[in-house]
Antibody, heavy 120, light 113 residues
Framework: QVQLVQSGAEMKNPGASVRVSCKAS????????MHWVRQAPGEGLEWMGW????????RYALKFQGRATMTWDTSINTAYMELSRLTSDDTAVFYC?????????????WGRGTLVTVSS | DIVMTQSPDSLAVSLGERATINCKSS????????????LAWYQQKPGQPPKLLIY???TRESGVPDRFSGSGSGTDFTLTISSLQAEDVAVYHC?????????FGQGTRLEIK
């Protein structure tokens, strides 16, 4: 079954970091770009960046450069997104989304999302 | 960055009636060498992730009912639901994948009148 399974909800203090995982199954993980998208409560979708496991590349939205780190482990078909220096504004659901084998492609498969709550 | 603007922000339509959602990009997302518009539509129901409905502006994703259709080119796009069903209540998002950063519209909330 083609799917993306994300890690569970997290609660973090301000200033901490969070790492969200996204395990792919049912397809060749390395062949596809994987994107990360954030959605604050009641808000729209915000693109954070992508990884390209095949070529070993990453690209970040300017807003998240220096604070987000996207990595992967092809041996377990898993992508990771770590966000540091959390503030209450980072309270959101974080999604991983598969795109195609080319850089400019639509998102055809989404994880169910991981809720990250930042509160003291 | 390409700014995506949807209209309206919310919409109430009677069951069986047509629903139309518009999406405008601040610059063209048409790639002339292949004549493709790099524009997708997603449906998001409460508590669920977005689901791909339409890509290349007008290609319906496998399994999506044919009452959903996409049209437009360049900077102006439309998602049409020809006959609204109760299960179509959701927020609809357009997205350009022409350039980085990928950008989404603000979303349009569709309800039953």
């Amino acid at each position: 079954q083609v799917q993306l399974v994300q890690s569970g909800a997290e609660m973090k203090n301000p200033g901490a970091s969070v790492r969200v995982s996204c395990k792919a199954s049912g397809y060749s993980f390395s062949d596809y770009y994987m994107h990360w998208v954030r959605q604050a409560p009641g808000e729209g979708l915000e693109w954070m960046g992508w990884i390209n496991p095949n070529r070993g590349g990453t690209r970040y939205a300017l807003k998240f450069q220096g604070r987000a780190t996207m990595t992967w482990d092809t041996s377990i078909n898993t992508a990771y997104m770590e966000l540091s220096r959390l503030t209450s504004d980072d309270t959101a659901v974080f999604y991983c989304a598969r795109a195609g084998t080319a850089e400019s492609w639509y998102f055809d498969l989404w994880g169910r999302g991981t809720l990250v709550t930042v509160s003291s | 960055d390409i700014v995506m603007t949807q209209s309206p922000d919310s919409l109430a339509v009677s069951l069986g009636e047509r629903a139309t959602i518009n999406c405008k990009s601040s610059q063209s997302v048409l790639y002339n060498p292949n004549n493709k518009n790099y524009l997708a539509w997603y449906q998001q129901k409460p508590g669920q992730p977005p689901k791909l409905l339409i890509y290349w502006a007008s290609t319906r994703e496998s399994g999506v009912p044919d009452r959903f259709s996409g049209s437009g080119s360049g900077t102006d796009f439309t998602l049409t639901i020809s006959s609204l069903q109760a299960e179509d209540v959701a927020v609809y998002h357009c997205q350009q994948y022409y350039s980085t950063p990928r950008t989404f519209g603000q979303g349009t909330r569709l309800e039953i009148k």
